[in-house]
C-alpha cells in the first residue's frame, strides 16, 4: 500500500488556508463598508427643559465603530428664523474633541460661519449656516441607525405664532447663492464623517413648542352660568391668556365663567381659547344652561 506524500497534504492545506484568508478578507471588507454611516438626516426640535431648540443629527443608515468612521469632517447646518430674530448657539453637544478612545469631554464648536438678513427671494426670514471646528479632530461615540443626538442648542428670541417661523434649510427648495439677496452665499445642507462622502440625506420633521393642554373644564350645578376652567403648560411658556366668547356677545379674559345674574340668553355654547407667551394655543367649547336659584338648602 503507497504512503501519501506529505509535501502534497501540505500543499493542499496551504491552498485552502489561503482561499480561507481571501474569502474573510472580502467578508470583512464588506462588513466593513456596511459599517459606514451612509446617511444622515437634520433635525430641529424645541425643549421644554431649557428653552433652546436642539439642532440633531439622525442616522438614517448604517453605523459607526472605528475611530476613522466616526471622525467629523466638514458640515453645513443652516437654519431659517423669522427676520429680525436673535439667535445665538449657547450649547454645543457633539461631537467631542480628542474622543478617539472614547475619553473626550471637550464638544466641539459649532460655529457661525455666514448668515442673510430678510433676502428678496426670502422675504420675512433670516438664514444661519453653522460649521463645526475641524482642529482639534472631534470624533462621535458609536453610532448605530435610528441613534439622534444633539450636536449644539440654539436660543431664538423672540418666539412668536408657536415657532412656526424656525425651521431648517430646505437643500434644492430654498433660494440657491444667485437668488436675489443671498449676497452668493450657499446655505446648502451638508454633512461628511469618516470621508470625504457626502451623507447628508434631508431634514427629519421639526418638533416645535407644544400647546398649552387644558386638563379641567366643566360647568357647576349652581345657580348662573358658571364654568371652571383650569390648563397647564411648560414654565418657559407661561403665563397663559384666555379669550372666551359666548351666547347673547359674552367675552371675557378671565380664567373661569362667573355669571351670577344670569337669564335664559346666557345659555348655550362657550368656546375658550388659551394661549401661552409663545402664541401657542388650544380652543374647546363647552355648553353651560342659565340655572335658577333656589335659595338656601334647610336641612
Known sequence: MKKRMLPQNHDYMKANVTGFCIILLVALSK???????????????????TCLFDCCLIIHEGSAVSAIQRAQFSAQYSVIVPAGSAIENVSNKNPIQGNISYKGTKPTIWYLASHVENPESLTGS???????????????????????????????????????????????????????GMEGGDYSQGFTMGS?????????????????????????????????????????????????NGPDGFTSDIKDVLISNSNPFNSGSYSVKVSDYYGCSVTRSVNAISKPDGGLIRK
Do not use: H, M
Not at 462588513?31 to 427643559?49: G, P, R, T
Not at 373644564?217 to 364654568?227: A, K
Open 126 to 180: 433670516d438664514i444661519y449656516a453653522f460649521t463645526p471646528t475641524l482642529s482639534p479632530t472631534s470624533f462621535y461615540n458609536n453610532l448605530n441607525k435610528g441613534d439622534t443626538l444633539v450636536l449644539f442648542s440654539l436660543k431664538i428670541s423672540p418666539i412668536v405664532s408657536c415657532a412656526s417661523g424656525v425651521r431648517l434649510f430646505e437643500n434644492g427648495i430654498d433660494p440657491a447663492s444667485n437668488a436675489p
Open 31 to 49: 462588513v466593513s463598508s456596511f459599517a459606514q454611516v451612509e446617511a444622515v438626516k437634520y433635525q430641529i426640535k424645541y425643549n421644554e427643559l
Open 196 to 244: 470625504t462622502d457626502q451623507k447628508y440625506f434631508g431634514n427629519g420633521n421639526a418638533l416645535y413648542p407644544k400647546s398649552p393642554k387644558i386638563t379641567t373644564l366643566y360647568t357647576s350645578c349652581n345657580s348662573g352660568v358658571e364654568i371652571f376652567l383650569d390648563a397647564t403648560t411648560s414654565g418657559c411658556q407661561a403665563p397663559l391668556r384666555y379669550s372666551w
